[in-house]
């Protein structure tokens, strides 16, 4: 792969990783809830949520807000980013898994 088609991929990814102002109040009008109620699951005030609504949110506040909106999220094309409540207990478990892994491998790294 030349470093032009790397570019492009991880442009493509990047899209991808965004959530637009509109995906937001989609998933906050799917979760049937206000903008204040999803400031405070956020831990964020009204006027964030408020921007956010209306710019898109922060590319490093992304995940988090996908981990905490999953299934009311979709992908572009209209795919929920969470099929089924099994899928979203599938990524716990993995989430789980990692960390689990990445606190074994920094105490070996301590043990060195």
């Not at 792969?1 to 570019?7: A, H, L, Q």
């Not at 899928?87 to 990692?98: F, G, H, Q, R």
């Not at 990445?102 to 920094?106: C, E, G, H, P």
């Given at each position: 792969?030349?470093?032009?088609?790397?570019?492009?991929?991880?442009?493509?990814?990047?899209e991808e990783a965004q959530i637009s102002a509109r995906e937001l109040r989609a998933a906050r009008a799917r979760m049937g809830i206000s903008q204040q109620e999803l400031a405070q699951r956020l831990q964020h005030s009204l006027r964030t949520i408020t921007d956010w609504e209306r710019d898109g949110v922060p590319n490093f506040k992304v995940a988090r807000i996908r981990a905490e909106l999953g299934s009311n999220l979709v992908l572009p094309g209209g795919r929920p980013l969470v099929e089924a409540a099994s899928?979203?207990?599938?990524?716990?478990?993995?989430?789980?898994?990692?960390s689990e892994i990445?606190?074994?491998?920094?105490a070996r790294g301590a043990e060195d």
């Open positions: 792969m030349s470093e032009d088609e790397e570019v492009q991929t991880d442009e493509v990814q990047l899928d979203m207990a599938l990524l716990s478990e993995i989430m789980a898994l990692l990445m606190r074994r491998l920094a």
